[in-house]
């Protein structure tokens, strides 16, 4: 009687081990952990202009769990799209979106209003809440350092400053640039221009033609264009200053087109937006600085700048 | 429901393990010896079979470096071909005033522009003799400030490898940029029958190492990464990231690497390295895999050990518990009989007989001994007994020879008075005694006999003692054929004389009573003297060894033993005594007839 209740509490007991032990079995076995799903919604007619974004990002997605998509929002669609876009990737399933609007404060309007706070990370403009949820350049002290290196390097007195928009991208920078040299023998002048190519691209050349400026300084890459083009017809060169990472920049740079850039690191911000999403300590975050890099044609083929600039063609 | 004891399973646990019982042992010491050898023999295993599965992922990866070191080599040498080709069927061969050249140049771009970004030969002053594809050299760029011009400059004598850079020297469209690694060497330029030194440029198409690496870094665990022999990065999967310093990489110190596989700690995790020189180059193809990632997969047979291993583990214990109850079970059974063995109780057929065949033959021999000892104790205690009563009986059968003595003096008195009949009455009551005495050597008579004998030595008594006392005889009839020890009445009546009525003047009674009491039979013998002291009466039926004379008690002591010895101790003798007012002497008996004494029946022993 005795050894059969003792049997019968030892099955009793080992078959709760098993349990037990299968339960933990099973959890250990789960090597592969869900792919997190990141989307990345920027705002542009094509992923070009994001390239170095795009890189970035898919680089910090290597050896890690998650997916990476790219979705680009055509600019005509404006914030609708964006918004249309974001929801399409949540609904299909995406953890977190990270978005490069074209209308920060309404799209900081629409992640109040939906809630989507935990969801969104802003990447390149705007900053909804902490720095947690977004990851950006320090657009002021951008400014003020190229607004620092003008003053340094340029012996101009009276520069016109250019953009086609004023949004959260280029007034920040304008009015950082515009304090800096305050102090200084620099004149600046700021004007908004007309976003129509056309249009832009003649009045620049009037601007670079009428003797009126020693230089522009354009705030993004239509008005860098403009200058560029501006710059090869005008019968007496005039400074260019340029605030744009796109690969003519460089390019227009190289070719002695204009003076210097202020270019933004897209490829640590596209880095960092994934490792934020993932929730990953990047411990030379800081050593990163201000993520953008201010270059003239005697550094962009230094060692450092050649690397940074210069994507990799396949 | 039953509730289960844990704390009375404790007790019995603790109290198991100090009395070291042979279940405990036997648990414990399998138990441990079990489990010892199964934790060696899975540390053994699982170890050996950890190291074979590193070993091999090891060894794949150093495969896996052994054909990008192939591959690399391969792409190298062609690229060295090319600039071989270029030199000693060309240039070698060729004024520079030639025309044939450039075409030469072209044809040999075009065979290999996959790999190629661009082919150059410069003059030893920076001057560009020629180039493909045909390109226009940048507005500013002096060739002799390039790194792979100084480097060629300084030793002629070699090729050279540059790390990784931007091809900026030609005009461009579309705002491209290429990266090349450029193979650099000096040549010897033919310029109208005269010698002069130049340098042939060759830029490798970067992408083309990229894309070598890239699909061996698609797939499989850890990365592979290329370095020159100062450390500097050619190829990492990361390149960007380290270059602004998001990502580090351990790079310097893995160029001082001997080729073969190292273990590092890189960043506070562990890594295996492995490298392999490239030829020619002096790169060094460096492959890591963090240790986690070659011990995660393991994971999972972890887990399956450790379940196997703790199931079993269970199954040992519940095996040897069982194993060694089973084993140990008729041994504490057979101890637990024996234990009332050591209680007194000599019942063999309580000893356990069961188990396995030598507990079994314990058991037996055991209850055999028991058995034989019974036995022999029974024997020995009878004999004993017999003895005790052959003592008791002897001591009680001496008459004493004052006595004898005083009634024969008596009887001599009387003839002497001529008072024959008394005379003759006297001797037939001392007959009578003896005869009652003797009882044909039977110590069991009947009740009626004894009041006989007690009444023959009375009458004595009272001749030798004048009259001086009376004594009453008052028996129960129903009684007389009941059984008694004999001569256990005479003595009492001796003392009662002796001690009591004998020294008074005429007024001594001695009540000399027999009755039935509940089952029982009382014989009192009644006193009027002057009673015994308390203390004195206290010792009375004590054990004494020797007779200290008259009044030592000795005497009474010998009945009580007598009665104890022949019946159960319920019965014996009772002694009660008032100072002043008498002392009675009750004996009591088992009622019994003397064919149910024969027959045994339970009052006798």
Not at chain 2, 140 to 148: L, R
Not at chain 2, 480 to 488: A, D, P, R, S, Y
Request: net charge negative.
């Amino acid at each position: 009687m005795r050894n059969k209740r003792l049997f019968v509490g030892f099955s009793l007991a080992l078959l709760l081990l098993i349990s037990i032990e299968t339960y933990i079995y099973i959890n250990n076995s789960e090597q592969k952990k869900e792919d997190v799903k990141l989307s990345f919604v920027l705002t542009g007619d094509n992923l070009d202009k994001w390239e170095n974004l795009v890189a970035g990002a898919e680089t910090a997605a290597i050896d890690e769990d998650c997916i990476v998509d790219f979705i680009n929002s055509p600019v005509e669609y404006g914030f609708e799209g964006e918004v249309e876009n974001i929801e399409r990737q949540l609904d299909e399933g995406a953890d977190y979106v990270m978005v490069a609007s074209s209308d920060y404060q309404a799209m900081k309007e629409y992640v109040k209003a939906t809630d989507y706070a935990d969801k969104i990370v802003f990447v390149k403009n705007g900053l909804y809440k902490a720095d947690k949820t977004s990851i950006l350049t320090n657009d002021y002290q951008l400014g003020c350092d190229f607004g620092n290196y003008i003053i340094d390097n340029c012996q101009a007195k009276k520069l016109i400053m250019v953009s086609t928009k004023e949004d959260i991208n280029t007034v920040e920078i304008r009015e950082a640039i515009e304090e800096t040299l305050k102090n200084s023998s620099i004149n600046v002048e700021y004007r908004l221009m007309s976003a129509t190519s056309g249009t832009l691209n003649q009045s620049m050349y009037n601007l670079g033609q009428s003797g009126l400026y020693n230089g522009f300084i354009t705030l993004d890459n239509e008005t860098m264009e403009a200058a560029a083009k501006a710059q090869s017809k005008l019968k007496a060169k005039v400074l260019v200053y340029s605030v744009d990472n796109s690969r003519e920049a460089v390019y227009y740079l190289d070719s002695n087109d204009i003076n210097a850039v202020a270019f933004e690191d897209d490829y640590s911000l596209g880095y960092l937006a994934v490792c934020e999403a993932l929730d990953k300590k990047v411990s030379t975050v800081y050593d990163v600085g201000a993520l953008y890099y201010i270059t003239d044609k005697d550094s962009i083929h230094s060692e450092q700048m050649e690397k940074v600039l210069f994507p990799f063609v396949k | 429901m039953k509730r289960f004891d844990f704390k009375g399973q404790i007790q019995r646990v603790k109290k198991a393990s100090k009395r070291r019982s042979i279940q405990l042992i036997i648990s414990l010491s399998f138990t441990a010896v079990s489990i010892l050898s199964m934790a060696f023999m899975t540390f053994a295993f699982y170890t050996n079979y950890i190291s074979t599965a590193k070993s091999t992922a090891i060894e794949n990866n150093e495969q896996v470096i052994e054909q990008i070191s192939w591959n690399l080599n391969s792409y190298l040498k062609n690229m060295m071909r090319i600039s071989d080709s270029m030199y000693y069927n060309v240039i070698k061969n060729l004024d520079l005033t030639s025309d044939t050249m450039n075409k030469e140049m072209d044809l040999l771009y075009e065979a290999n522009k996959d790999n190629l970004i661009s082919i150059a030969c410069v003059s030893q002053d920076g001057a560009l003799i020629s180039a493909a594809p045909i390109a226009t050299r940048k507005s500013g760029v002096d060739f002799t400030d390039q790194t792979w011009f100084s480097t060629t400059e300084e030793h002629i004598e070699n090729f050279h490898f540059s790390t990784p850079h931007v091809q900026n020297m030609f005009e461009s469209s579309n705002y491209r940029y290429y990266w090349v690694v450029s193979l650099s060497r000096s040549v010897d330029l033919n310029f109208m029958g005269y010698n002069r030194r130049g340098i042939l440029l060759v830029d490798m198409n970067y992408s083309a190492i990229e894309q070598m690496f890239s699909r061996v870094n698609e797939g499989g665990t850890g990365y592979v990464y290329l370095v020159d022999s100062e450390g500097e990065i050619i190829y990492h999967p990361k390149q960007k990231a380290i270059y602004t310093g998001l990502v580090n990489e351990n790079n310097i110190v893995a160029a001082s690497y001997d080729d073969g596989d190292h273990i590092e700690t890189f960043e506070g995790s562990k890594r295996a390295v492995i490298v392999k020189t490239v030829g020619y180059t002096g790169w060094k193809i460096v492959s890591v895999v963090p240790m986690e990632k070659l011990t995660g997969s393991y994971n999972q047979l972890r887990a399956f050990m450790l379940i196997i291993i703790t199931v079993t583990i269970f199954l040992i214990v519940f095996g040897n518990i069982f194993i060694s109850k089973i084993v140990t079970d008729p041994i504490r059974r057979l101890e637990a009989s024996l234990k009332g063995i050591e209680d007194g109780d000599f019942d063999e057929q309580g000893i356990y007989i069961g188990g396995s065949h030598e507990i079994r033959h314990l058991g037996r021999t055991i209850r055999s001994l028991v058995s034989q000892m019974h036995n022999l104790m029974e024997v020995r205690v009878k004999e004993q007994k017999e003895k005790r009563r052959s003592e008791l009986n002897a001591l009680q059968a001496q008459i004493n020879p004052h006595f004898l003595y005083n009634t024969l003096d008596s009887v001599i008195w009387m003839i002497e008075a001529e008072k024959y009949p008394e005379a003759i009455s006297m001797i037939k009551s001392l007959a009578s005694l003896f005869r009652i005495s003797l009882s044909k050597g039977n110590n069991i008579i009947t009740i009626k006999d004894e009041i006989t004998h007690a009444r023959n030595y009375v009458a004595i008594q009272k001749v030798r003692y004048k009259n001086r006392f009376e004594a009453n005889i008052n028996v129960d009839p129903a009684i007389e054929n009941c059984v008694t020890i004999k001569l256990i009445i005479q003595p009492l009546i001796e003392n009662a004389i002796y001690h009591a009525v004998g020294e008074m003047e005429d007024d001594g009674i001695i009540d000399i009573n027999g009755y039935e009491k509940d089952g029982d039979i009382f014989i009192e013998v009644v006193d009027n003297g002057m009673g015994i002291p308390q203390d004195v009466l206290d010792n009375l039926l004590t054990e004494k060894t020797e007779s200290k004379g008259k009044g030592s008690g000795i005497g009474l002591w010998n009945i009580n033993q007598r009665i104890n010895l022949y019946f159960k101790e319920d019965y014996g003798l009772t002694m009660y005594s008032e100072l002043d007012e008498g002392t009675k002497a009750v004996i009591r008996l088992p009622k019994l007839t003397i064919e149910e004494y024969m027959g045994g029946e339970g009052y006798a022993k």
